[in-house]
Structures are given as structure tokens and as C-alpha cells.
């Protein structure tokens, strides 16, 4: 195939030489005779295009033979015709190469020229069913065909198709970035080639650099000496000092780009909290001890700590520290009065039940006071109407009734006098024993050993 397309190449150029000593006989020629000043528009393209495509341009010449045919009478002008369908071939677009001839041919090409280009027809009629399939994971990609040298062949955004001649190949994909791909491919007749492509990105050039000198650098766990080569893709870059927190960052490298980490280690300060469990800001923002130390950035800060039932304690950080700098809070207890309990009411619920027992008590003895005045009365009474036991009497029978009358209201006076009895000793009871409870008491001891215990309660 590549020794069939140089052929192509002579025969369309020996055809464009015929055409152009017979362009002022063809009828197209008398045609656009009128129009003289386009012609001579399209001559001039033609001429650039010529010059481009003989310097190396393809792409450039063939967007002067575009310009040309624009201003060519009914856009067909055979030179231009057959010098688009050369370049085309140079540029592997074969189906664009097919209709630049087919145009050629149908524009009135003719003589040895026409059986020329009826050959060049025949041979392209095979990329219309024959084609390159193209596909890429990370396009988009720019794809030659055997070399650079010979222009681009399409852009996968991620995949491109095209017609194309039977024959072996070599596709190049190539993407800024990404390691050059390559590989041969057998295109066969009335076939579909396929060819999928993943490109592998460039490793990529990766300095950390770190304010504080003397710091240990790793990247994935492996000591790092500037610079150093990543592989694409994320990495952890680990960066310690003594003095200082250690710092922690994931970077990412892409494309062959190179990656510059910048590191400030913020140093650690020394701190002592009382109490311990106090909740620290720092300008305002939360902060945690760590391993005894506390993360303190450079520059000025106000430090404050919190604790419940503790004074808040503030500290201003200066901004230039010695190396022995250290922080220390003791946070001030706030004190709590308790007032004391009350005294003891002298009236408690046993005493109040003693006075309701005493009072029973006098309303008892008031009614045995009443009721003895009223067994005297009926005894009294009885004695007027019959004054001797020994004498007959009339009204014997009342002074009998008077007599047993008086008699019940003693009973009933002596029950009355015994409950106020009874009820002053339970109500003197009640009251001694429901005194307040003493914190201090004294107990007689007997035996071996005679004298008093003393108890105090608190």
C-alpha cells in the first residue's frame, strides 16, 4: 500500500499538467471566462497551495485549496480539484481524497487524466467499508499513522473513525503529559480495526520544601531527597522536627507536571493546665493538648482556659519565645457560701400532738367539773324533799330518782376527771419525749468502770 500511494501521487500530478495546458480549450473554461478576476483568485490559491504541500504544510495547503475552490466558478475549479485530492491521500484522509477525485472526475476530466483518476476511484472504494476504529481511556489524543512527519491523522475526544485503505499501520498516540503509545494494526478489507488505548501518564518531579531546616521528609513511608521522582497519582508526604507537630499532607501528581509542596512547621509549647480536664481556646478556636504540648503557630496568640466552678484564666502568647517557653494555668476554684440549716422548730410533730392530747385533757376536766357540780345539785335536791333517811316522806320516790340521778353524774365526773388524767400524763409524755433531736448526748455508763458517755453529732 505505501508503494501504491507515491504512484497515486504521480499519476494525479501528471494528470493536473494535462489539465492545466488544456484548460483554456475546455468548455468549463468558456464558461467562466467572464468572471476573469475570481479565476485569477483561484490561480493564486492554487499556487500557495502548490508551495505549502511542496514545503511540508499539508494542513495549510489544503485550507488554501478551500479558499480557492470558494471563489472558483460553482466551487469546481480541476487543478484545485486534483491537487485536494493529492493532498488528502498525503494526509490519509481517504474518503476526503475519494470525493476530491470524484469531484475531479465529474468536473470533466478527461484523456489519460480521467483514466487516472478512475483508477485512483476504484482503489479508494474500499474505505467505504473498510474502517479504523480508534478508542482512548484518557483522550483527548492526537493519532498518526506511521509518522509524525505525515500530518495528523484525527483527534480522539475519546474516540475516532475513519475509512481506510487495507494494509498494516502503525498508530501513534500522542497526548502532552502522557508517555508515547505505538502499535502496529492490520487493517483488513471490508473490516473494522479496533484499537483501544490507555496512555500512562509521565512521572512527575516533586520538591518539598520545609521553613525549618533539619527536618525529616518521607514520601509513602520512604525518606525523601530532594528532588524526587513520583509516579502519577496521590502520595503522602510526612514531614517531622523535634519541637514542632508533625506534619501531614496527600499531593497529587499528573500529567509529567512538576509538584512543589511548601511546609511550616508549627511548633510545640509545653503546658501545664490545672485542672486538667479545663477547656482550652486558642484565639478563640478550640484547641487540644497533646502529649503534654500544646501547637502554637507562629506570631502573637491569647490563650484562654475554662473549667466549670473555676475562673476563667486569659494568657497572651508573645510572639518571640525562647526555647524553654512554656505555658502554665492554674485556674482559681470559685467559692460557694453555704448558709447554715436553720435551728430546729421547738414545736415538732410530737409536741404538736401533745398539745392536742392536753387539750383534750382540759375539755375532759372541764366536763368532770360540770358533771360533779351536777351530782352535788341532785343530791342536794334529793336531801331538800326528804331530809331524814329515818322519817317517812311524801316525795320519797322523786328523791330516790334525784339520789340515782346524782349518782350517774358522779360516774360520768369521774370518768371525765380520769381521760384528763390520762390525757395530761400522755400529753406531758408526748412533749418531753418530742424535744428536738440534740447534737450532743450524754449517757450514764455502770459496771466495771462508772461515768458518763459523751456523743456529739455533726
Sequence with gaps: MRALIPTWIVC????????ALAAPKSKGASKIAPKASPKVDARAKYQDAVRLDDSGEPEKAL????????????????????????????????????????????????????????KIVKNLEAVKSTF??????????????????????????PSCRKGMLPGRYKVIAERDGFDRWTQQVTVE???????????????????????????????????????ATVSAGSHRVVVSLAGNMEE??????????????????????????????????????????????????????????????????????????????????????IEVVVAPPPPPSRFTARRKIAIAVGGAGVVAMASGVVLGVQSKNFENDAFALCPSPSSPCAGARKADGLIVSGQSRALQAN?????????????????????????????????????????VRF
Design 12 to 19: 494525479a500530478t501528471v494528470a493536473w499538467t494535462s489539465v
Design 63 to 118: 485550507t488554501a485549496i478551500e479558499e480557492g475552490l470558494a471563489v472558483a466558478a460553482e466551487n469546481k475549479d480541476l487543478p484545485l480539484l486534483e491537487l485536494k485530492g493529492r493532498v488528502m491521500l498525503k494526509l490519509r484522509d481517504y474518503p476526503g481524497a475519494l470525493e476530491a477525485y470524484q469531484a475531479y472526475l465529474d468536473g470533466g476530466a478527461t484523456g489519460a487524466n480521467r483514466r487516472e483518476a478512475l
Design 132 to 157: 479504523i476504529d480508534i478508542t482512548l481511556a484518557n483522550g483527548p489524543v492526537a493519532i498518526y499513522l506511521d509518522s509524525k512527519t505525515q500530518g495528523l491523522f484525527c483527534t480522539a475526544e
Design 189 to 227: 478489507k471490508g473490516k473494522t480495526a479496533k484499537v483501544d488505548i490507555t496512555l500512562v501518564e509521565k512521572p512527575s518531579l516533586l520538591t518539598v520544601r520545609v521553613a525549618q531546616s533539619g527536618a525529616h521528609v518521607t514520601v509513602d513511608d520512604t525518606d525523601y531527597s530532594a528532588p
Design 248 to 333: 501531614r499532607r496527600e499531593v497529587s501528581a499528573h500529567e509529567g507536571k512538576p509538584v512543589v509542596l511548601e511546609v511550616s512547621l508549627t511548633p510545640l509549647v509545653p503546658i501545664r493546665v490545672e485542672p486538667p480536664g479545663a477547656t482550652l481556646l486558642l484565639d478563640d478556636k478550640p484547641i487540644a493538648i497533646e502529649e503534654g504540648n500544646l501547637a502554637v503557630p507562629p506570631g502573637a496568640h491569647r490563650l484562654v482556659a475554662r473549667a466549670p466552678g473555676f475562673h476563667e484564666q486569659r494568657i497572651e502568647i508573645p510572639a518571640d519565645r525562647t526555647g524553654d517557653y512554656m505555658l502554665s494555668l492554674e485556674l482559681a476554684r
Design 415 to 455: 370518768i371525765a376527771y380520769g381521760v384528763a388524767g390520762g390525757a395530761a400524763v400522755a400529753a406531758a409524755v408526748l412533749w418531753l419525749t418530742g424535744a428536738p433531736e440534740s447534737r450532743v448526748a450524754v449517757t450514764p455508763r455502770l459496771g466495771a468502770v462508772a461515768g458518763l458517755d459523751l456523743a
